[in-house]
């Protein structure tokens, strides 16, 4: 099991990023996605979440709005576009895998997810 996260970068304030999460083995579309992230000196927190069909997402409130989690089964990619940033969005972003047999759910907690990333670096900063 794999899942490969790319896309980040520096960026300064009120720029977008697109990061990339590319999941291999197992069966992508039967798993819920999501993202957390590790912002410094914080704990680990839910970013955003996508049902395994890809029709349900739900945001952390403050970056409602402003980023958008999409996927493409197809291509066993998840994606979270990041606009409007701000300097508090500067974190490690990790994407996650849960199993998700019933389908039409996201899940909030790190507990409900089975497989990990390594993260990919956002540094928003003039």
């Known amino acids: 099991v794999q899942l490969q996260a790319s896309g980040g970068g520096l960026v300064q304030p009120g720029g977008s990023l697109r990061l990339s999460c590319a999941a291999s083995?197992?069966?992508?579309?039967?798993?819920?996605m999501g993202w957390f992230r590790q912002r410094p000196g914080k704990e680990r927190e839910f970013v955003g979440g996508i049902s395994r069909g890809g029709r349900i997402t739900d945001y952390r409130d403050d970056v409602k709005g402003r980023f958008t989690i999409s996927r493409n089964n197809a291509k066993n990619t998840m994606y979270l576009q990041m606009n409007s940033l701000k300097p508090e969005d500067t974190a490690i972003y990790v994407c996650v895998a849960r199993r998700d047999n019933r389908g039409g759910r996201v899940y909030y907690t790190p507990q409900g997810y089975d497989y990990w990333g390594q993260g990919t670096q956002v540094t928003v900063s003039s």
């Open positions: 083995g197992f069966t992508f579309s039967s798993y819920a």
